[in-house]
């Protein structure tokens, strides 16, 4: 799950800043090797990503 939210498809990451993205995926990396056995919440989105050319 965690190399899936790297990859930035949720329309949510478009509204942090860098840093909080670099701060909020050290947590997330903290709690995975903190418990790598926990479930992980299934997502059913496709993953599908679009970028604005300018």
Do not use: H, I, K, N
């Not at 909020?24 to 990503?49: I, K, Y």
């Amino acid at each position: 799950m965690l190399e899936r939210l790297r990859l930035r498809t949720l329309s949510f990451f478009a509204q942090l800043s860098p840093d909080e993205l670099e701060a909020g995926f050290r947590r997330l990396e903290q709690a995975v090797a903190a418990d790598p056995g926990a479930p992980a919440p299934a997502f059913s989105e496709p993953l599908l990503t679009l970028e604005r050319c300018r």
